[in-house]
């Protein structure tokens, strides 16, 4: 079984940073894609960041500049720093990961979520 468990949202004032970390575990043979997603209330969630598993990295143009998305392939880790935080990013942020799992003459590549983690921004 896979889990992703994220880490390190709170509250922190208008200007200030946070660091998110997700770890993936369980029957893993690989992971490729891994990202951060975020839903604020009453929003769709929406795409913060990705990295590939070779390092390619792309971002949502309002977090361009602000927010830093990288990886360990060792620990099956994604982290996401955060600077320069503005009251409308607060939100529930999710971790989502490509990973791949079955067995080692069948493996296919399944989505898995994190629970989030609440990031909350005060002006």
């Known amino acids: 079984q896979v889990q992703l468990v994220e880490s390190g949202g709170g509250l922190v004032q208008a200007g200030g940073s946070l660091r998110l970390s997700c770890v993936a575990s369980?029957?893993?043979?690989?992971?490729?894609?891994m990202g951060w997603y975020r839903q604020a209330p009453g929003k769709q969630r929406e795409l913060v960041a990705g990295?590939?598993?070779?390092?390619?990295?792309n971002y949502a143009d309002s977090m361009k500049g602000r927010f830093t998305i990288s990886r360990d392939n060792a620990k099956n880790t994604v982290y996401l720093q955060m600077n320069s935080l503005k009251p409308e990013d607060t939100a529930v942020y999710y971790c989502?990961?490509?990973?791949?799992?079955?067995?080692?003459?069948?493996?296919?590549?399944?989505?898995?979520w994190g629970q989030g983690t609440q990031v909350t921004v005060s002006s």
């Open positions: 369980g029957s893993i043979f690989g992971i490729n894609t």
């Open positions: 989502n990961a490509q990973i791949q799992i079955g067995t080692l003459w069948n493996r296919r590549t399944q989505a898995y």
């Open positions: 990295i590939t598993g070779g390092g390619i990295t």
